[in-house]
Protein backbone atom coordinates (compact mmCIF):
# COMPACT_ATOMS: atom_id res chain seq x y z
CA UNK A 1 0.00 0.00 0.00
CA UNK A 2 0.68 3.42 -0.51
CA UNK A 3 1.66 5.80 2.51
CA UNK A 4 1.37 9.58 1.25
CA UNK A 5 3.11 11.76 3.87
CA UNK A 6 2.56 16.02 3.34
CA UNK A 7 4.87 18.22 3.84
CA UNK A 8 5.04 21.90 3.71
CA UNK A 9 8.04 22.01 1.27
CA UNK A 10 10.41 20.42 -0.63
CA UNK A 11 12.99 20.40 1.71
CA UNK A 12 10.89 19.07 4.25
CA UNK A 13 10.25 16.20 1.68
CA UNK A 14 14.20 15.71 1.24
CA UNK A 15 14.84 15.77 4.85
CA UNK A 16 11.81 13.06 5.36
CA UNK A 17 13.01 10.64 2.61
CA UNK A 18 16.44 10.68 4.20
CA UNK A 19 15.56 10.21 7.51
CA UNK A 20 13.53 6.57 6.16
CA UNK A 21 17.13 6.28 4.07
CA UNK A 22 19.14 6.55 7.33
CA UNK A 23 16.54 3.88 9.23
CA UNK A 24 17.10 1.33 6.69
CA UNK A 25 20.96 2.13 6.53
CA UNK A 26 21.41 1.73 10.50
CA UNK A 27 19.65 -1.24 9.43
CA UNK A 28 21.38 -2.69 6.87
CA UNK A 29 25.40 -0.71 6.02
CA UNK A 30 25.01 -2.47 3.14
CA UNK A 31 22.18 -1.49 1.11
CA UNK A 32 21.34 -1.00 -2.08
CA UNK A 33 20.28 2.01 -2.54
CA UNK A 34 18.17 2.86 -5.77
CA UNK A 35 18.66 6.64 -6.93
CA UNK A 36 16.68 9.15 -9.10
CA UNK A 37 18.19 12.24 -10.34
CA UNK A 38 16.79 15.32 -11.83
CA UNK A 39 15.78 18.26 -8.81
CA UNK A 40 13.52 16.95 -6.76
CA UNK A 41 15.57 14.37 -4.88
CA UNK A 42 18.31 16.48 -4.13
CA UNK A 43 17.19 18.04 -0.74
CA UNK A 44 17.11 14.21 0.04
CA UNK A 45 20.92 13.92 -1.07
CA UNK A 46 21.90 17.32 1.05
CA UNK A 47 20.09 16.20 4.42
CA UNK A 48 21.63 12.59 3.79
CA UNK A 49 24.98 13.78 3.49
CA UNK A 50 24.49 16.49 6.62
CA UNK A 51 23.87 13.67 9.02
CA UNK A 52 27.35 12.43 8.35
CA UNK A 53 26.51 8.53 8.33
CA UNK A 54 29.32 5.89 7.00
CA UNK A 55 27.98 5.20 3.67
CA UNK A 56 31.05 3.25 2.00
CA UNK A 57 29.58 0.13 2.21
CA UNK A 58 26.30 1.07 0.16
CA UNK A 59 25.78 0.12 -2.84
CA UNK A 60 24.08 2.95 -5.43
CA UNK A 61 22.03 2.32 -8.78
CA UNK A 62 20.54 4.69 -10.93
CA UNK A 63 16.96 3.96 -12.42
CA UNK A 64 18.20 5.46 -16.12
CA UNK A 65 21.02 6.68 -18.61
CA UNK A 66 20.94 9.18 -21.85
CA UNK A 67 22.17 7.72 -25.13
CA UNK A 68 23.72 9.38 -27.39
CA UNK A 69 26.34 12.02 -25.01
CA UNK A 70 29.73 12.07 -25.31
CA UNK A 71 31.47 9.79 -22.97
CA UNK A 72 32.04 12.22 -19.80
CA UNK A 73 29.35 14.72 -20.77
CA UNK A 74 28.61 16.38 -17.52
CA UNK A 75 24.81 15.64 -17.74
CA UNK A 76 25.11 12.30 -18.03
CA UNK A 77 23.56 10.44 -15.36
CA UNK A 78 26.73 8.86 -14.38
CA UNK A 79 28.04 12.27 -14.29
CA UNK A 80 25.46 13.88 -12.31
CA UNK A 81 25.32 11.05 -10.01
CA UNK A 82 28.75 10.92 -9.39
CA UNK A 83 28.48 14.78 -8.75
CA UNK A 84 25.47 15.47 -7.04
CA UNK A 85 25.23 11.98 -5.01
CA UNK A 86 27.96 9.80 -4.47
CA UNK A 87 30.29 12.66 -4.08
CA UNK A 88 28.63 14.02 -1.31
CA UNK A 89 27.32 10.85 0.72
CA UNK A 90 30.79 9.69 0.74
CA UNK A 91 29.78 6.05 -1.71
CA UNK A 92 32.57 4.13 -3.51
CA UNK A 93 32.61 5.00 -6.58
CA UNK A 94 33.01 1.23 -7.21
CA UNK A 95 29.43 0.68 -5.62
CA UNK A 96 27.67 2.87 -7.90
CA UNK A 97 26.32 2.02 -11.19
CA UNK A 98 24.56 3.64 -13.88
CA UNK A 99 23.23 1.75 -17.32
CA UNK A 100 26.68 1.85 -19.47
CA UNK A 101 25.70 4.02 -22.50
CA UNK A 102 28.73 3.55 -24.12
CA UNK A 103 28.36 -0.63 -24.00
CA UNK A 104 26.78 -2.44 -26.76
CA UNK A 105 23.34 -1.54 -26.37
CA UNK A 106 22.09 -5.32 -27.03
CA UNK A 107 23.74 -5.99 -23.98
CA UNK A 108 23.28 -3.02 -22.06
CA UNK A 109 20.30 -3.61 -20.88
CA UNK A 110 20.52 -7.10 -19.64
CA UNK A 111 23.88 -6.79 -17.97
CA UNK A 112 21.76 -3.82 -15.86
CA UNK A 113 19.53 -6.08 -14.64
CA UNK A 114 22.43 -8.91 -13.60
CA UNK A 115 24.73 -6.13 -12.07
CA UNK A 116 21.20 -4.88 -9.99
CA UNK A 117 20.62 -8.57 -9.18
CA UNK A 118 24.11 -9.63 -7.78
CA UNK A 119 24.18 -6.84 -5.30
CA UNK A 120 21.32 -8.42 -4.17
CA UNK A 121 18.46 -6.31 -5.66
CA UNK A 122 17.55 -2.97 -4.46
CA UNK A 123 16.27 -2.60 -0.70
CA UNK A 124 15.13 1.37 -1.11
CA UNK A 125 14.91 2.89 -4.28
CA UNK A 126 13.84 6.40 -4.78
CA UNK A 127 11.72 7.68 -7.84
CA UNK A 128 10.54 11.04 -9.16
CA UNK A 129 7.67 11.53 -11.40
CA UNK A 130 7.82 13.50 -14.45
CA UNK A 131 4.96 16.10 -15.15
CA UNK A 132 3.43 13.46 -17.99
CA UNK A 133 3.21 10.82 -15.05
CA UNK A 134 6.81 8.83 -16.21
CA UNK A 135 9.13 7.05 -13.20
CA UNK A 136 12.32 6.43 -14.70
CA UNK A 137 12.02 7.42 -18.09
CA UNK A 138 8.94 5.24 -18.53
CA UNK A 139 7.04 7.36 -20.38
CA UNK A 140 3.19 7.21 -21.26
CA UNK A 141 2.64 3.59 -22.99
CA UNK A 142 5.79 1.92 -21.85
CA UNK A 143 4.96 -1.69 -19.90
CA UNK A 144 4.04 -1.71 -16.54
CA UNK A 145 5.50 -4.90 -16.37
CA UNK A 146 8.69 -3.96 -18.70
CA UNK A 147 12.85 -4.91 -17.72
CA UNK A 148 15.50 -2.22 -18.14
CA UNK A 149 15.39 -1.05 -21.94
CA UNK A 150 16.12 1.35 -24.37
CA UNK A 151 13.58 4.42 -25.01
CA UNK A 152 13.07 7.37 -26.49
CA UNK A 153 11.99 9.94 -24.49
CA UNK A 154 8.50 11.98 -24.85
CA UNK A 155 8.63 15.47 -26.28
CA UNK A 156 7.69 16.87 -22.95
CA UNK A 157 10.40 15.38 -21.16
CA UNK A 158 12.74 16.69 -23.14
CA UNK A 159 11.38 20.13 -23.04
CA UNK A 160 11.35 19.82 -19.29
CA UNK A 161 14.79 18.58 -19.07
CA UNK A 162 16.20 21.08 -21.84
CA UNK A 163 16.99 23.41 -18.93
CA UNK A 164 20.27 21.11 -18.21
CA UNK A 165 21.12 21.89 -21.72
CA UNK A 166 22.22 25.12 -23.48
CA UNK A 167 19.30 23.62 -26.04
CA UNK A 168 16.60 21.92 -26.47
CA UNK A 169 18.12 20.29 -29.68
CA UNK A 170 21.16 18.81 -27.23
CA UNK A 171 18.80 16.74 -25.28
CA UNK A 172 19.34 13.24 -26.20
CA UNK A 173 16.41 11.93 -27.67
CA UNK A 174 17.10 8.05 -26.78
CA UNK A 175 17.84 6.80 -22.92
CA UNK A 176 18.63 3.47 -21.09
CA UNK A 177 15.85 2.95 -17.93
CA UNK A 178 15.36 0.30 -15.78
CA UNK A 179 11.70 -1.09 -16.58
CA UNK A 180 8.53 -0.54 -14.84
CA UNK A 181 8.94 -4.05 -13.73
CA UNK A 182 12.48 -3.79 -12.50
CA UNK A 183 11.62 -0.44 -10.15
CA UNK A 184 8.80 -2.22 -8.73
CA UNK A 185 10.88 -5.31 -7.94
CA UNK A 186 12.66 -2.92 -5.48
CA UNK A 187 11.75 -3.95 -1.73
CA UNK A 188 10.48 -0.27 -0.88
CA UNK A 189 10.00 2.81 -2.81
CA UNK A 190 10.07 5.83 -2.18
CA UNK A 191 7.91 8.27 -4.71
CA UNK A 192 9.07 12.05 -4.15
CA UNK A 193 7.38 15.04 -5.78
CA UNK A 194 6.97 18.99 -5.62
CA UNK A 195 5.39 21.36 -7.23
CA UNK A 196 2.24 22.26 -8.80
CA UNK A 197 3.48 21.85 -12.50
CA UNK A 198 3.19 17.61 -10.55
CA UNK A 199 -0.31 18.43 -9.22
CA UNK A 200 -2.21 15.97 -12.09
CA UNK A 201 0.49 13.53 -12.11
CA UNK A 202 0.83 13.38 -8.84
CA UNK A 203 -2.94 12.77 -8.44
CA UNK A 204 -3.56 10.34 -11.39
CA UNK A 205 -0.31 8.19 -10.25
CA UNK A 206 -1.41 7.72 -6.55
CA UNK A 207 -5.58 7.74 -7.31
CA UNK A 208 -6.35 6.98 -10.53
CA UNK A 209 -6.68 3.96 -12.31
CA UNK A 210 -3.24 1.87 -12.94
CA UNK A 211 -2.79 2.27 -16.46
CA UNK A 212 0.14 2.42 -18.85
CA UNK A 213 -1.04 5.80 -19.88
CA UNK A 214 0.59 6.74 -16.14
CA UNK A 215 3.53 4.56 -15.93
CA UNK A 216 3.86 5.87 -12.17
CA UNK A 217 0.33 4.46 -11.44
CA UNK A 218 1.88 1.12 -10.92
CA UNK A 219 3.57 2.00 -8.02
CA UNK A 220 0.11 1.21 -6.54
CA UNK A 221 0.67 -2.17 -7.55
CA UNK A 222 3.87 -2.33 -4.46
CA UNK A 223 3.39 -3.09 -0.90
CA UNK A 224 5.79 -0.72 0.69
CA UNK A 225 5.34 2.80 -0.80
CA UNK A 226 5.68 5.99 0.56
CA UNK A 227 4.86 9.02 -1.29
CA UNK A 228 6.36 12.36 -0.08
CA UNK A 229 5.02 15.07 -1.68
CA UNK A 230 4.58 18.98 -1.21
CA UNK A 231 1.96 20.61 -0.95
CA UNK A 232 1.81 22.16 -4.16
CA UNK A 233 2.05 18.95 -5.49
CA UNK A 234 -0.59 17.29 -3.15
CA UNK A 235 -3.55 20.12 -4.72
CA UNK A 236 -4.97 17.81 -6.83
CA UNK A 237 -4.85 14.90 -4.62
CA UNK A 238 -8.65 14.28 -3.78
CA UNK A 239 -8.15 12.57 -0.50
CA UNK A 240 -5.77 14.82 1.42
CA UNK A 241 -6.95 15.19 4.46
CA UNK A 242 -7.45 10.97 4.41
CA UNK A 243 -3.70 11.01 4.48
CA UNK A 244 -2.76 13.92 6.89
CA UNK A 245 -5.09 11.99 9.52
CA UNK A 246 -3.42 9.14 8.90
CA UNK A 247 0.09 9.81 8.68
CA UNK A 248 2.04 8.36 11.57
CA UNK A 249 3.21 10.97 14.16
CA UNK A 250 5.87 12.80 13.38
CA UNK A 251 5.99 11.63 9.73
CA UNK A 252 5.38 15.05 8.07
CA UNK A 253 9.37 16.74 9.28
C1 LIG B 1 15.55 10.77 -13.17
C2 LIG B 1 14.29 10.16 -13.59
C3 LIG B 1 13.08 10.98 -13.88
C4 LIG B 1 12.89 12.14 -12.88
C5 LIG B 1 11.63 12.92 -13.23
C6 LIG B 1 11.43 14.11 -12.31
O1 LIG B 1 16.54 9.78 -12.93
O2 LIG B 1 14.23 8.98 -13.74
O3 LIG B 1 11.96 10.16 -13.86
O4 LIG B 1 12.79 11.62 -11.59
O5 LIG B 1 11.73 13.39 -14.55
O6 LIG B 1 12.49 15.00 -12.44
P1 LIG B 1 12.59 16.30 -11.51
O7 LIG B 1 12.76 15.82 -10.12
O8 LIG B 1 13.81 17.03 -12.02
O9 LIG B 1 11.32 17.06 -11.70
Redesign the pocket.
Known amino acids: MTDVIIVPHLHAGGAAAATLLAAVLSQKPDMVLGV??????LPIWSALAAMRLDMSRVSAF???EYLDLPPGHPES?AAVVHREIAVPLGLNPRKVHTPDAQADLRDAPSAYESAIRAAGGIDVQV????RNG????NEPGSSLSGRTHIANLAAQ?RRDNARFFESLDQVPTRCITQGVGTILDARRLILVASGRRKADAVAAALEGPVTASVPASALQLHPDVVAIVDEDAASRLSFADHYRMSAPHGDAA
Open positions: ATGSTPALDYVGIGHIGFT
